[in-house]
């Protein structure tokens, strides 16, 4: 993970346009004829992200997922994804799983790339384009002295559903194989926030960021945190 950030903050000094946010928010947000295009872009790895010989269909659809909520995180709609995908097996569920997800999430495919990936690790790459429903769209980096700290619903259910499914190699959790951005919940809260992020790396980590980004201290009362 240390390599992760240094990297990032070595890409942080490139990344100087204001649209990027220093790098330190969950989508790039761009003005474009009074309006602000909300752009991200998240990639999954077999052996990271999902386990070898899952089912390609709940990888396409957490691919989908994943980039969506940090539209959420924004409260942002989504207006088109664009696809990088590398061939590898199982094509068709992938496709089966895509074309779900597109449905669920009434949310058009509009292009992308492929490649053959031969016989290494199957890599997948997914960026999201949304369109603001408020301005200023709510960033990390807003929190300030006094606010409190909210949590949308309970956590944990991912992480258990991800070692169900390790050991047993039955049945992971709909949180771990599906899960469901919140992106109605995003759109509500965004005008009410001085900042906001979804949580893909844990309370702990994600909570951080917020205060890293905003320059405060977060106290965390760990049996308040709610789980499943």
């Known amino acids: ?121 199957v890599a997948l790459g997914l960026t999201a384009l949304g369109r603001a429903t408020f301005s200023p769209v709510p960033g990390r980096n807003g929190a300030q002295p006094g606010d409190l700290l909210y949590i949308t619903g309970p956590v944990g259910a991912a992480m258990a559903g991800y070692e169900h499914l390790r050991d047993s190699g039955e049945g992971g959790s709909g949180a771990f194989c599906r899960p469901v951005p919140l992106l109605k919940q995003g759109a509500a809260l965004a005008p009410l926030v001085t900042a906001m992020m979804d949580v893909s790396d844990g309370v702990l980590l994600d909570s951080w960021r917020i205060a890293r980004a905003s320059g405060v201290t977060l106290a965390i009362a760990s049996e308040d945190v709610p789980l499943s």
């Open 1 to 121: 993970m240390s390599g992760e950030f240094d990297l990032i903050a070595r890409l942080r000094a490139l990344a100087t346009d204001p649209a990027a946010r220093g790098l330190d928010d969950d989508a790039a947000v761009i003005e474009i004829g009074g309006q602000e295009l909300v752009v991200t872009h998240d990639m999954m790895v077999e052996g990271i992200h999902w386990l070898p010989g899952q089912d390609m269909a709940d990888v396409a659809w957490k691919l989908v997922a994943v980039n969506l909520s940090d539209l959420a995180a924004k409260g942002a709609k989504p207006i088109g994804l664009i696809l990088g995908q590398m061939i590898g097996r199982d094509d068709d569920r992938f496709l089966d799983g895509l074309a779900e997800a597109l449905a669920a999430f009434d949310v058009p495919l509009l292009g992308g790339d492929t490649v053959g990936g031969g016989d290494g690790r």
